[in-house]
T-cell receptor, first 115, second 113 residues
């Protein structure tokens, strides 16, 4: 079974530039999450989708971050304009409706450095 | 109070030692919790689910104390390969597969020879 795919793996940009990350979840997984993980901290939820609808985006800085999952499959997270404090790993995870209700399957992450 | 709070450590223990981590949570309605393991520069992976009173898997035991609102992870006979960050995850209010999952900040474990 293919895992969660993310790209790009690494991205270096200057502040005020924009960046986009892409995620393709495990086939059939209805729930998709974007987490931000700053070095030394646990993952922080940015947004959760159920199919193509937003379930929770309460911690998404909406003035600069946006995310979409138009067809209920893959998803894009965009940052515009980036700030220094956005340097982090952006983790995409998906979760199915069967099996262990808690198991999130993570992608390898997209590591962002803002200079 | 944070939804999920962990002692960040680090914990440095010799091989063969027993080590325990605690994690407190604020949502008393939460029904199930999870421990994830994250190796350096890797993604988190599920280690154990914690339902009702607890769960055991080999050298690992997870306990849930609803009265005091904390969960624990016990590792017996520590191996070098157990060195990682251990993330406490909850709450999953409602018990559905759609619930919000909040991660603690992680507890760093280093097992040395």
């Amino acid at each position: 079974e293919a895992g969660v795919a993310q790209s790009p793996r690494y991205k270096i940009i200057e502040k005020r530039q924009s960046v986009a990350f892409w995620c393709n979840p495990i086939s059939g997984h209805a729930t998709l999450y974007w987490y931000q993980q700053i070095l030394g901290q646990g993952p922080k939820l940015l947004i959760q989708f159920q199919n193509n609808g937003v379930v929770d985006d309460s911690q998404l800085p909406k003035d600069r971050f946006s995310a979409e999952r138009l067809k209920g499959v893959d998803s894009t997270l965009k940052i515009q304009p980036a700030k220094l404090e956005d340097s982090a790993v952006y983790l995409c995870a998906s979760r199915g409706t069967s099996g262990a209700t808690g198991e999130l399957f993570f992608g390898e992450g997209s590591r962002l450095t803002v200079l | 109070r944070k939804e999920v709070e962990q002692d960040p450590g680090p914990f440095n223990v010799p091989e063969g030692a027993t080590v325990a981590f605690n994690c407190t949570y604020s949502n008393s309605a939460s029904q199930s919790f999870f421990w994830y393991r994250q190796d350096c520069r890797k993604e988190p992976k599920l280690l154990m689910s914690v339902y009702s009173s607890g769960n055991e898997d080999g050298r690992f035991t997870a306990q849930l104390n609803r009265a005091s609102q904390y969960i624990s992870l016990l590792i017996r006979d520590s191996k070098l390969s157990d060195s990682a960050t251990y993330l406490c995850v909850g709450p999953n209010a409602g018990g559905t597969s759609y619930g919000k999952l909040t991660f603690g900040q992680g507890t760093i474990l280093t097992v040395h020879p």
